[in-house]
């Protein structure tokens, strides 16, 4: 009894000092790729941290949330109560993220979003417990909108899919868009074909596109844009369509699109080009930002967790080293609105023809915002 | 609104309509002939789809890849055909359907699994790049025309194998009569495998013609699936003619729908309510054709017999 006791012991111990994470992303269906950045980039993060996140033993269990929020709830609940997990991370989607952060924060337990940007959670349903990594959905286009107005480009033509995030893109385009807008055209989700669309845009002769359509929908839009000859005649600005997930199967259509973001794999900051240099020769691809997130969120962890020396028992210890971000980013310097939101710069890019497998790769053209905060971050009561 | 933007748009219609019919045609004599609902026709576009940009990029050469692809769905139909679907012939819809969309998901698994799960590149010949011009200023590209040629040409050689050579005669003879066929000595399985082959072959071209359009990634047949199945109610279950009628009528009314719904709208009631409005009509617009269809002629435009 007592030999067995005493070998149960140190097990005893050394459970105590693990360190869990449950990482939810998407890894089924199409958006797959997105997912598969996203934990390949949590991998690279733990070979980075020597496999320690905060100085403990770390384990990541990985969920798939089939794009749906009930299986990521599901998910979420699985992880906090068998896994007993101390934090949850990821999350691709803001459907899925609005139905699991009150599951993990109701929990007690900490949050990092590493890509859905609902503006409720940066607004006022924020939360202690929740951080973000990533950005809310409308600052792209406003980055966007904001490079616009000053380029001054007037006749803007605009095309989103009819839904929420559609929607939310061109308020964020407008917020700082002021000039004329020939025709706003929303289009079915998960379209195919552009081509009538892209008939009524030519007729309407425009001086510039405004597009959003991410995944699939954007290789369609973006291929049938250049394939109808316009790319040389109406340049093309879009927001989360052409990145690194989509331009192996865009090659050379990419060349010459603009998109607005706050990271490209070219950006002079040591951390990310270690980052990027370390995920390349372990994978054999480009990351995106979806990746450069996720990154970002165990870094952020792994700051807190050795802030508090592992104490994972404080969370309120724990949610004020997280507030101080104090780790070596992919932006540089992260700093934590009060929101739990980054304040971050945002670049206009540009898909250039390259010497790589793709053919083509982002390249950052010039800053449009510094040190850019959501709109939202007022309309949230967190003391700090 | 221009008479050369309408009649792009036309143009528009017909070359989605015809894109929409060859996966059709195959759904259809299946479904006819064989009694079989198939849902997993869609993958059969996306194997074809993958196949010839794979044979492209491997060989170089595009025409290659598409000939290689579409040999390739061939056999991949065939073998479907003999390991899974021969034994279902016989059972009811509901385990047809249960059937074929196990397949759906063991060929989107199989995809990523071979491919990854990143969309394929997929090129076009610089040939096929250009454009034509059409009149009043406005250009087409010579893809899609090409589309539609190759769409109508198969159109016409569908119709004469189905209703002038021997072959058509046999499949049309084994979907009234199996039993009297094969007592006759036609070896009735063997003919259905090519049936089935001929139909995937098809689906094989239009999703080896969608891959430098559309993205060519795993469920990409899903997306095009449900518009397939309303051509084939509209035009008739089983009916090759009512396959491309019901297709073009489909493609038409939804790509005008999507082209002048809103500014027509807009010239009846308010401007904010057509901007609303407009989009959500024209994404239901081929759905309200079919429930006025199956109202009217509720077996469909070409109802077989």
């Given at each position: 009894?007592i030999?067995?006791?005493?070998?149960?012991?140190?097990a005893a111990?050394a459970?105590q000092?693990?360190?869990?994470?449950g990482?939810i992303?998407?890894?089924?269906?199409?958006?797959?790729?997105i997912?598969k950045?996203?934990?390949?980039?949590?991998e690279v993060a733990?070979?980075h941290l020597g496999?320690?996140?905060?100085?403990?033993e770390?384990e990541?269990?990985?969920?798939?949330?089939q794009?749906?929020?009930?299986?990521g709830?599901?998910?979420a609940?699985e992880m906090l109560?068998k896994?007993?997990?101390?934090?949850?991370a990821?999350?691709i989607?803001?459907?899925?993220?609005m139905?699991v952060v009150?599951?993990?924060t109701?929990?007690g337990?900490?949050?990092?979003?590493?890509?859905?940007?609902?503006?409720?959670?940066?607004?006022?349903q924020c939360?202690e417990?929740y951080?973000?990594?990533?950005w809310?959905?409308?600052q792209?286009?406003?980055?966007?909108?904001k490079y616009?107005?000053?380029?001054g480009?007037?006749d803007?033509?605009?095309l989103a899919?009819n839904?929420?995030?559609?929607k939310?893109?061109?308020?964020?385009?407008k917020?700082?868009?002021?000039g004329?807008?020939v025709?706003e055209?929303?289009?079915k989700?998960?379209?195919q074909?552009?081509?009538a669309?892209?008939?009524?845009?030519r007729?309407?002769?425009?001086?510039?596109?405004?597009?959003?359509?991410?995944?699939?929908?954007?290789?369609?839009?973006?291929?049938?844009y250049?394939?109808a000859?316009?790319?040389?005649?109406?340049p093309l600005y879009?927001?989360?369509t052409?990145d690194?997930?989509?331009l192996?199967?865009l090659?050379e259509?990419a060349?010459?699109?603009?998109?607005?973001r706050?990271?490209?794999p070219?950006?002079?900051?040591?951390a990310?080009?270690?980052?990027?240099?370390?995920?390349?020769?372990?994978?054999?691809y480009?990351?995106s930002?979806?990746?450069?997130?996720s990154y970002?969120?165990?870094?952020l962890?792994d700051?807190?967790?050795?802030a508090?020396?592992?104490?994972?028992?404080?969370?309120r210890a724990?949610?004020?080293?997280?507030?101080?971000?104090d780790?070596?980013?992919?932006?540089?310097?992260f700093t934590?609105?009060?929101?739990?939101?980054?304040?971050?710069?945002?670049y206009?890019?540009q898909?250039?023809?390259?010497?790589?497998?793709d053919?083509?790769e982002?390249r950052?053209?010039?800053?449009a915002?510094e040190?850019h905060k959501?709109?939202y971050s007022?309309?949230?009561?967190?003391k700090? | 609104?221009?008479w050369a933007?309408?009649?792009?748009?036309?143009?528009?219609?017909?070359?989605?309509?015809?894109?929409?019919?060859?996966?059709?045609?195959?759904?259809?004599?299946?479904?006819?002939?064989?009694?079989?609902?198939?849902?997993a026709?869609?993958s059969?576009?996306?194997?074809?789809?993958y196949?010839a940009?794979?044979a492209?990029?491997?060989s170089?050469s595009?025409?290659?890849?598409?000939?290689l692809?579409?040999a390739g769905?061939?056999?991949?139909?065939?073998?479907v055909?003999?390991?899974?679907?021969?034994?279902l012939?016989?059972?009811d819809?509901l385990d047809?359907?249960?059937a074929t969309?196990g397949?759906?998901?063991?060929f989107?698994?199989l995809i990523?699994?071979?491919?990854g799960?990143?969309p394929?590149?997929s090129s076009?010949p610089?040939?096929?790049?250009?454009?034509v011009?059409?009149?009043?200023g406005s250009t087409y590209p010579?893809y899609?025309?090409?589309?539609?040629?190759?769409?109508?040409?198969v159109?016409?050689?569908?119709?004469?194998?189905?209703?002038r050579?021997r072959?058509?005669m046999l499949?049309?003879?084994g979907?009234?009569n199996r039993?009297?066929v094969?007592?006759?000595?036609?070896?009735?399985q063997l003919l259905?495998?090519?049936?089935?082959?001929?139909?995937?072959a098809?689906a094989?071209?239009?999703?080896?013609?969608?891959g430098?359009?559309?993205a060519?990634?795993?469920?990409?047949?899903e997306?095009?699936?449900?518009q397939?199945?309303v051509?084939?109610?509209?035009?008739g279950i089983?009916?090759v003619r009512g396959?491309l009628?019901?297709?073009?009528?489909?493609g038409?009314v939804?790509?005008?729908?999507r082209a002048?719904?809103?500014p027509l709208?807009?010239?009846?009631?308010?401007p904010?309510?057509?901007?609303?409005?407009?989009p959500?009509?024209?994404?239901?617009?081929?759905?309200?054709?079919?429930a006025?269809?199956l109202?009217?002629k509720?077996?469909?435009?070409?109802a077989?017999?």
């Amino acid at each position: 009894m007592i030999a067995a006791a005493l070998a149960f012991a140190p097990a005893a111990m050394a459970q105590q000092h693990k360190l869990k994470i449950g990482f939810i992303t998407t890894l089924s269906g199409p958006p797959a790729i997105i997912g598969k950045h996203m934990k390949d980039s949590v991998e690279v993060a733990l070979e980075h941290l020597g496999g320690k996140v905060g100085g403990l033993e770390t384990e990541v269990i990985y969920g798939d949330d089939q794009f749906k929020p009930d299986v990521g709830v599901q998910l979420a609940e699985e992880m906090l109560k068998k896994d007993q997990v101390d934090f949850v991370a990821g999350i691709i989607w803001s459907n899925v993220m609005m139905a699991v952060v009150p599951v993990v924060t109701g929990a007690g337990k900490i949050m990092v979003g590493a890509n859905a940007g609902a503006s409720p959670l940066a607004g006022s349903q924020c939360n202690e417990l929740y951080f973000s990594t990533s950005w809310n959905n409308d600052q792209s286009p406003e980055a966007m909108g904001k490079y616009l107005q000053d380029k001054g480009i007037n006749d803007l033509y605009v095309l989103a899919p009819n839904y929420q995030a559609g929607k939310d893109m061109v308020a964020g385009l407008k917020r700082y868009y002021k000039g004329r807008i020939v025709d706003e055209v929303y289009t079915k989700f998960q379209q195919q074909d552009y081509q009538a669309e892209i008939s009524q845009l030519r007729s309407k002769n425009p001086k510039a596109v405004f597009a959003f359509y991410p995944g699939g929908m954007g290789i369609q839009f973006v291929k049938q844009y250049v394939q109808a000859g316009l790319r040389d005649q109406i340049p093309l600005y879009t927001v989360f369509t052409v990145d690194e997930t989509t331009l192996p199967a865009l090659k050379e259509a990419a060349i010459g699109q603009y998109e607005a973001r706050f990271w490209s794999p070219d950006i002079k900051i040591p951390a990310s080009q270690k980052y990027v240099a370390d995920f390349r020769k372990k994978f054999g691809y480009t990351p995106s930002f979806y990746g450069a997130q996720s990154y970002d969120a165990i870094m952020l962890i792994d700051s807190a967790v050795r802030a508090t020396q592992g104490n994972l028992k404080d969370t309120r210890a724990l949610v004020k080293a997280m507030r101080k971000a104090d780790f070596d980013s992919i932006r540089g310097r992260f700093t934590f609105n009060v929101n739990h939101h980054p304040i971050q710069d945002f670049y206009l890019l540009q898909a250039v023809k390259s010497s790589g497998p793709d053919g083509a790769e982002m390249r950052i053209v010039q800053k449009a915002f510094e040190k850019h905060k959501d709109a939202y971050s007022q309309d949230c009561k967190m003391k700090w | 609104m221009t008479w050369a933007l309408v009649f792009e748009q036309l143009l528009n219609g017909l070359q989605y309509g015809v894109m929409l019919f060859l996966m059709a045609a195959g759904l259809t004599l299946v479904f006819g002939i064989m009694n079989l609902v198939n849902l997993a026709h869609g993958s059969l576009y996306m194997v074809g789809a993958y196949l010839a940009a794979a044979a492209t990029q491997w060989s170089g050469s595009y025409l290659l890849g598409v000939a290689l692809g579409l040999a390739g769905t061939l056999v991949v139909g065939m073998a479907v055909e003999v390991i899974a679907l021969r034994t279902l012939y016989e059972r009811d819809h509901l385990d047809q359907v249960l059937a074929t969309f196990g397949l759906i998901l063991f060929f989107n698994e199989l995809i990523a699994i071979v491919w990854g799960r990143a969309p394929l590149y997929s090129s076009l010949p610089p040939w096929l790049q250009g454009h034509v011009k059409l009149f009043a200023g406005s250009t087409y590209p010579v893809y899609r025309a090409a589309v539609i040629v190759v769409g109508l040409l198969v159109a016409a050689l569908l119709w004469y194998v189905v209703t002038r050579s021997r072959l058509g005669m046999l499949v049309r003879a084994g979907a009234s009569n199996r039993t009297m066929v094969s007592a006759l000595g036609v070896n009735i399985q063997l003919l259905y495998t090519i049936v089935f082959g001929f139909g995937a072959a098809l689906a094989g071209l239009a999703g080896l013609m969608a891959g430098p359009i559309y993205a060519v990634q795993p469920g990409m047949g899903e997306l095009i699936l449900i518009q397939v199945f309303v051509v084939i109610v509209i035009g008739g279950i089983g009916s090759v003619r009512g396959a491309l009628a019901g297709a073009i009528i489909v493609g038409v009314v939804d790509t005008l729908g999507r082209a002048f719904l809103k500014p027509l709208l807009g010239t009846m009631i308010a401007p904010t309510a057509a901007e609303a409005a407009g989009p959500a009509l024209a994404s239901m617009l081929i759905y309200l054709l079919m429930a006025v269809v199956l109202a009217v002629k509720p077996a469909g435009l070409f109802a077989n017999r």
